[in-house]
């Protein structure tokens, strides 16, 4: 079983809701992914965080998500106005940062926006 | 720019039988690092197996094995002996090498992977 834990599982909102889903990194990883998977099986980066720190985000996520990793909390990812392109499976990855290659995924929140 | 490309859309084996899943990646580093993936009906993401670019043994665990072949940038994943519950899609993914915590993984498109009994 994963030690990525994401929350909720699934998520249902209307056009222009918030939806906010949860992930605590696996323990002593300081280093978080989020993807966002569509159903044709695409994966796309949308931000990266080492400890409480932004690395790098797209831009679609500078402009409608927000996304935060603040210390002895989980990290957590908001859509501040969901839209039907936005459903997706979401998933959360860690990794143990400089010299440990390897991302460990979580079982992802599915987002349906109707 | 890099890429990961799975030809193979879905393969369709019979229990205890071996199968190759197929993948082509392009990259302009020198050093880069090759995954497959599994992801469960769940949507759970299962990390299989690595392979590091600058070794020349073709990775093992389990009952999965990598055939790493560097000039043709190809990285097939093995299944031996399979299970009912090893159906699932697998997917391959890359990351760029050298350092930094930005690097992040490309994926392919995965392969759903179907086994009879």
């Known amino acids: 079983n994963s030690k990525v834990i994401q929350t909720p599982r699934y998520l249902v909102k209307g056009q222009g809701q918030k939806a906010k889903m949860r992930c605590i990194p696996e323990?002593?990883?300081?280093?978080v992914f989020w993807y966002q998977q569509n159903k044709n099986n695409e994966f796309k980066f949308l931000i990266n965080?080492?400890?409480?720190?932004?690395?790098?985000q797209i831009d679609m996520t500078e402009k409608r998500f927000s996304a935060e990793c603040p210390s002895n909390s989980p990290c957590s990812l908001e859509i501040q106005s969901s839209e039907a392109g936005d459903s997706a499976l979401y998933l959360c990855a860690s990794s143990l940062g400089e010299g440990a290659e390897t991302l460990y995924f979580g079982s992802g929140t599915r987002l349906t926006v109707l | 720019a890099q890429k990961v490309t799975q030809t193979q859309t879905s393969i369709s084996v019979m229990e205890k039988t071996t199968v190759t899943m197929d993948c082509v990646y392009e990259t302009q580093d020198s050093s880069y690092f090759l995954f497959w993936y599994k992801q469960t009906a769940s949507g759970e993401i299962v990390f299989l197996i690595r392979q590091d670019s600058y070794k020349k043994e073709n990775a093992t665990v389990g009952h999965y094995s990598l055939n790493f072949q560097k000039p043709k940038s190809s990285i097939g994943l093995i299944i031996t002996a399979t299970q009912i519950e090893d159906s699932a899609v697998y997917f391959c993914a890359m990351r760029e090498g050298g350092t930094g915590n930005t690097r992040k993984l490309i994926f392919g498109l995965g392969t759903t992977l179907q086994v009879q009994p």
């Open positions: 965080f080492q400890n409480q720190e932004v690395l790098q």
């Open positions: 323990k002593g990883h300081p280093v």
